[in-house]
């Protein structure tokens, strides 16, 4: 019950012993905030007599097989982790298995014999994943010993130790590291990175008081380990500019707008704990820390639109939109739709998407919000999979119908005379891999209201309602889809649809349904496939950006900043921090003291051409 006070969500735990696999899992009476982790069993103490405790992780033991590597969420400590057996057999291999081309595999490496010194030849072994080197002589441990990237267990008790390299908090694999036993008086405190770290065996050393009272306190090993993180120096003290890349310049020929667009998840204070990103410093997880680094990339941006997602509602009115005010903007914010079922404290702290602009550019025509759950419930068409699965989920999107003004617009012979309106929407679809369906429905069914929204503006620009196209306003659409660019989710916004039975489905029933959201109703394509009737182009093609969301678990592309390429082209776009200086900076994920959230910030300058006058009732193209 203690659990389920705490995480609500949570119908009932299994818990299944399998031999030596643990298996836990929950169900979701409703759904859990993205960034709940997930719950497995933990061991307490050592010895045969050990007892367990429900231990909150984000992921099953490590004996099973781990989710796709789309967005899973960092947790700490990681996997159930079982260490080596102190049993250990030794079988040589006989020149005739060698000679009848036997494989030996081994991960593990005893070196014994009161060895002094250690070959350099070890640090080529870097498949090992526990290295037993204790009851020896050794006064050093080389700093090569981070050439062993996949070490899990290390064992460095009864040496003659004096002192460690800082490149041991490199090896953030480790879950046991024994010490025991050796002439340490003080440790690095670069062994906080080791975030990992179940087991810290430091007995047997004369270490000063202080760090031997945190140590023998109760889970004494995570608060040294934190303490020494939380006061580890950091470096590098700054990091270096992303680069602005230039695709083309802008068309002098004709009245064009140019205007620039931010798409950023800040990570809200909620989610951001030592749980979930425990290889970052507590102080630098603090949201009055993090919001001044979000606060300057938005304004070093300088975007004239900026969609955000992950921004928890009372952060939206007292520190974005106040701030953002300043700067000339106005803003539209929504939360999810669970702010309707928690109390009013509870509330504040609900996350949701915002879209600002700027008012000397833009002027707002209207403003929308898309509940998923509620355009699912009025689709379900009975589909069970459509109720359980789409709309148990209380993600949302948000859109606003923005006139550009006149004076936005240079170059040709004359700005325009009509009204110039456009399209911004701003979505955060559901996170867990697992669910790759319900993120394909999530973006059908947004895609579906947005071409409501266009078809009703078209109408009241003018247009009759025969008449009415929803491709006639151009649309700008900011998401973190939590899919990979190889995902169903993008490839229906960027081929203009999907078949009705793709791998992302899952195989399940939702054929009925699903026709409602394509562009033409039922009346689709005869080929089964669903449709979408917006052109739409990712700004960052190309591979120009590998990540958007930067973690221990995950490195990849999840965050978009799509456009009607019938309307405009990219001019601009700003580039990624250069992956090998977080590496040979040992940035093992963000949040970082440098940078805010575990996203990168997109942002692009986009071009909006003016619709060109029809011959003879024939639109010209426009050549991009």
Not at 226 to 231: F, G, I, P, V
Not at 486 to 507: C, I, M, P, Q
């Amino acid at each position: 019950m203690f659990i389920q006070s705490v995480y609500p969500c949570i119908r009932t735990i299994h818990y299944r012993n399998r031999g030596a696999l643990n298996v836990c899992w929950v169900e979701e009476r409703k759904p859990c905030p993205p960034s709940f982790p997930r719950l497995s069993l933990r061991p307490l103490g050592d010895g045969p007599s050990r007892s367990f405790c429900l231990h909150v992780s984000n992921s099953v033991a490590q004996t099973t097989p781990l989710p796709p590597p789309e967005c899973r969420l960092t947790g700490m400590p990681k996997e159930k982790y079982d260490p080596p057996d102190p049993r250990r057999l030794y079988t040589i291999m006989s020149a005739e298995e060698a000679a009848n081309g036997k494989k030996s595999h081994w991960a593990e490496l005893e070196i014994t014999g009161r060895v002094r010194n250690l070959s350099s030849s070890l640090w080529t072994l870097t498949h090992l994943t526990a290295l037993h080197m204790n009851n020896n002589n050794l006064s050093r441990l080389p700093p090569e010993i981070a050439k062993l990237p996949h070490l899990v267990y290390l064992n460095l008790s009864s040496n003659k130790l004096r002192s460690l390299p800082a490149e041991l908090g490199n090896m953030v694999s480790l879950r046991e590291l024994l010490l025991n036993n050796n002439c340490l008086r003080v440790l690095p405190y670069e062994l906080g990175r080791l975030f990992q770290l179940q087991t810290l065996g430091l007995k047997g050393n004369p270490l000063s008081q202080d760090i031997l009272n945190l140590y023998q306190e109760p889970d004494g090993t995570r608060k040294l380990l934190n303490y020494m993180l939380d006061n580890l120096a950091v470096h590098p003290e700054q990091l270096p500019q992303r680069p602005w890349i230039t695709l083309k310049e802008r068309d002098q020929t004709m009245p064009t707008a140019v205007f620039t667009v931010m798409c950023y998840n800040v990570l809200c204070d909620k989610y951001a704990t030592r749980q979930l990103y425990g290889y970052c410093p507590s102080w630098a997880l603090n949201w009055e820390y993090r919001k001044k680094g979000i606060m300057e990339e938005i304004t070093n941006c300088d975007a004239d639109i900026i969609s955000l997602q992950e921004v928890e509602t009372e952060q939206y009115y007292t520190f974005f939109m106040e701030t953002l005010k300043e700067r000339g903007y106005d803003g539209f914010f929504c939360p999810k739709s669970r702010a309707k079922l928690v109390s009013e404290q509870e509330r504040k702290h609900v996350d949701g998407c915002a879209v600002f602009f700027k008012t000397e550019k833009f002027a707002l025509v209207q403003k929308h919000t898309v509940e998923f759950n509620q355009v699912a419930m009025a689709n379900s068409e009975g589909s069970e999979v459509m109720l359980n699965r789409v709309m148990t989920k209380d993600n949302i999107g948000v859109a606003v119908l923005l006139e550009v003004k006149k004076e936005l617009f240079a170059g040709g012979l004359k700005s325009p005379t009509e009204k110039q309106l456009l399209l911004v929407a701003n979505a955060h679809m559901h996170w867990d891999p697992e669910y790759s369906d319900v993120k394909l429905i999530q973006t059908m069914m947004f895609l579906s209201e947005l071409k409501s929204i266009a078809e009703r503006a078209s109408v009241s620009n003018g247009s009759t309602p025969s008449t009415s196209d929803s491709s006639s306003i151009p649309i700008v659409l900011c998401a973190d889809l939590n899919s990979l660019p190889d995902s169903g989710v993008v490839e229906y916004l960027s081929n203009g649809g999907v078949a009705e039975n793709h791998k992302d489905f899952k195989e399940l029933r939702y054929s009925e349904c699903l026709t409602n959201f394509s562009c033409n109703g039922k009346n689709g394509k005869p080929d089964g496939s669903i449709t979408h009737s917006f052109q739409l182009k990712s700004a960052y093609e190309s591979n120009l950006m590998p990540y958007t969301n930067y973690t221990y678990d995950f490195k990849g592309v999840i965050d978009y900043i799509f456009f009607s390429k019938t309307h405009m082209s990219v001019l601009g776009l700003l580039g990624p921090l250069e992956t090998q200086w977080l590496v040979d900076n040992c940035i093992t994920g963000c949040p970082h003291p440098h940078i805010p959230s575990d996203h990168f910030s997109l942002l692009t300058q986009l071009e909006y051409h003016l619709p060109l006058p029809s011959l003879n009732g024939l639109h010209l193209a426009i050549h991009r």
